[in-house]
């Protein structure tokens, strides 16, 4: 059964500290792997996408990483802000097959607070 | 382009009692899903649209109905809310670009069932 899970569930740290969040997956086959941000009382927005030849990607102060050979991937986030206080969740897509709701593949969420 | 938009943001309801929760999308997407979201469980798929006129059972449908009106428009219905169905439900459409897919989620709509 495809699988996605993430670690830790909840984490606290101090402004300006950094931190990174662990996204490992056993879905197969892979296409891409997506990070996405939930701000409280917000829908995800997606922060970045990975694909299979793809070992690191950022955005902004968000940096993903993934070993597809171990299917592991993370996420560091550097010099954290209050407003990067949020949920991120992992999802991890199977090839698209036309509209299917099969291959999407999501974690429970990484629940982060970011206190001054 | 307002993206997804849901309707209503806040609601409360008896057991027993129906409604329709509404979903719009205005960036021409073919495929629409329903989700519900739960502390502790993630994102649940509950019914998805891969294009109009269509529409085919997630992972937790019992419950719940779904009608895509049109291209645009996917709602989703209880016909008699029990309190297990208290969630934030969120509506998401798919761009499909390069092979690849990415959501766009709407604002959620908060349900209570008392």
């Known amino acids: 059964k495809n699988q996605v899970e993430q670690s830790p569930q909840s984490l606290i740290i101090l402004e300006g500290k950094n931190c990174t969040l662990q996204c490992n997956y056993t879905v197969s086959p892979f296409s891409n792997l997506r990070w996405y941000k939930q701000d409280t009382g917000r829908g995800p927005v997606s922060l970045t996408i990975m694909t299979f030849s793809e070992n690191t990607k950022s955005n902004g102060r968000y940096t993903a990483t993934l070993d597809a050979d171990t299917k592991q991937s993370s996420l560091h986030i550097t010099a954290s802000q209050l407003s990067d206080s949020a949920s991120y969740i992992c999802?991890?897509?199977?090839?698209?097959?036309?509209?299917?709701?099969?291959?999407?593949?999501f974690g429970k969420g990484t629940h982060l607070i970011i206190q001054p | 382009n307002a993206g997804v938009t849901q309707t209503p943001k806040f609601q409360v309801l008896k057991t027993g009692q129906s409604m329709t929760l509404q979903c719009a999308q205005d960036?021409?997407?073919?495929?629409m899903y329903w989700y519900r979201q739960d502390p502790g469980m993630g994102l649940r798929l509950i019914y998805y649209s891969a294009s109009e006129g269509t529409t085919d059972k997630g992972e937790v449908p019992n419950g719940y109905n779904v009608s895509r009106l049109n291209k645009r428009e996917f709602s989703l219905r209880l016909e008699s809310a029990a309190p297990s169905q208290t969630s934030v439900y969120f509506c998401a459409s798919i761009l499909v670009a390069g092979g690849h897919r990415e959501q766009f989620f709407g604002p959620g709509t908060r349900l209570t069932v008392l």
């Open positions: 960036m021409n997407h073919n495929s």
């Open positions: 999802v991890v897509s199977a090839p698209y097959s036309g509209g299917g709701a099969d291959g999407l593949t």
